[in-house]
């Protein structure tokens, strides 16, 4: 295991994020500073929102997105949502992406979500043993989804 610390993201971690989702998608443009800074501060003060990061003494090195929904089905518990799962590529194959993920479904759970999706587009069966790996099931809903441009 890979000495790092995980946590809920802060103000102050916003560029090593940024820097993140470069591995993440690495040909997309960077944001404009002050758009990014109103999302960031979106994120943070949302009731609804929980962005986990895991940073060694040099830098972020893996983070994901949760969100918990509110939901009037299922005895009124909520559902969990994770996105932008991401680890810098230096320090893949470490646990520390499996780490983030058990911290997000540990808030999940202090939540009470009664379940908590993760779509990946990755076709890559190693991505997709690793999710797995984490806990996530494969196969169990059919996801759809719209995309905008």
């Given at each position: 295991?890979?000495?790092?610390i995980v946590r809920s993201a802060t103000q102050l971690d916003l560029a090593g994020v940024l820097n993140l989702?470069?591995?993440?998608?690495?040909?997309?443009?960077?944001?404009?500073?002050?758009?990014?800074?109103?999302?960031?501060?979106?994120?943070?003060?949302?009731?609804?929102?929980?962005?986990?990061?895991?940073?060694?003494?040099?830098?972020?090195?893996?983070?994901?997105?949760?969100?918990?929904?509110?939901?009037?089905?299922?005895?009124?518990?909520?559902?969990?949502?994770?996105?932008?799962?991401?680890?810098?590529?230096?320090?893949?194959?470490?646990?520390?992406?499996?780490?983030?993920?058990?911290?997000a479904l540990d808030v999940a759970a202090r939540a009470d979500c009664y379940k908590v999706h993760l779509a990946?587009?990755?076709?890559?069966?190693?991505?997709?043993?690793?999710?797995?790996?984490?806990?996530?099931?494969?196969?169990?809903?059919?996801?759809?989804?719209?995309?905008?441009?």
């Amino acid at each position: 295991m890979h000495e790092a610390i995980v946590r809920s993201a802060t103000q102050l971690d916003l560029a090593g994020v940024l820097n993140l989702y470069q591995h993440l998608h690495p040909h997309e443009p960077p944001l404009e500073t002050m758009k990014a800074e109103r999302v960031w501060e979106t994120l943070l003060t949302s009731d609804f929102m929980t962005v986990i990061v895991a940073q060694t003494a040099e830098l972020l090195v893996s983070s994901c997105t949760l969100a918990v929904v509110p939901n009037l089905s299922r005895g009124a518990r909520s559902y969990g949502v994770i996105e932008n799962v991401v680890t810098h590529a230096q320090y893949r194959n470490l646990g520390l992406g499996r780490r983030v993920l058990a911290y997000a479904l540990d808030v999940a759970a202090r939540a009470d979500c009664y379940k908590v999706h993760l779509a990946t587009g990755s076709k890559r069966e190693t991505t997709l043993r690793f999710y797995e790996s984490a806990g996530f099931d494969r196969g169990e809903k059919t996801y759809f989804e719209v995309r905008r441009s």
